[in-house]
């Protein structure tokens, strides 16, 4: 499965934005997603994950009741509300596919990923 992640920007702290990672190539209904992010020098760290249905959703302690994941089977495209965007936020975030009911919070779970996707937020 290819995967195209898109909707990062610039903001300020207090923004909110949407990210979408939209599939092709293969049946999306069959793969678990995750969102990470990274910064220069730190490794991949996990943002949140959805299960291949939709009903099971997990975040970062760092993003939990702020982020929201979710996904659209019609689209083929898994989406990622982030809300009261802080500084620490800033980061490239990348979707990645998994053909399991569900990911883990490693990026190694992973086999699929996009391109990525820069979210800047000014304070």
């Known amino acids: 499965v290819q995967l195209q992640a898109s909707g990062g920007g610039l903001v300020q702290a207090g923004d909110s934005l949407r990210l979408s990672c939209a599939a092709s190539?293969?049946?999306?209904?069959?793969?678990?997603v995750g969102w990470f992010r990274q910064t220069p020098g730190k490794e991949r760290e996990f943002v949140a994950r959805v299960s291949q249905t939709g009903g099971i959703t997990s975040y970062a302690d760092s993003v939990k009741g702020r982020f929201a994941i979710s996904r659209d089977g019609a689209k083929d495209t898994v989406y990622l509300q982030m809300n009261n965007l802080k500084s620490e936020d800033t980061a490239i975030y990348y979707c990645?596919?998994?053909?399991?009911?569900?990911?883990?919070?490693?990026?190694?779970?992973?086999?699929?990923w996009g391109q990525g996707t820069l979210v800047t937020v000014s304070s």
């Open positions: 190539g293969r049946t999306f209904g069959n793969y678990a």
């Open positions: 990645a596919a998994t053909n399991a009911v569900i990911g883990g919070t490693i990026s190694t779970a992973y086999e699929n």
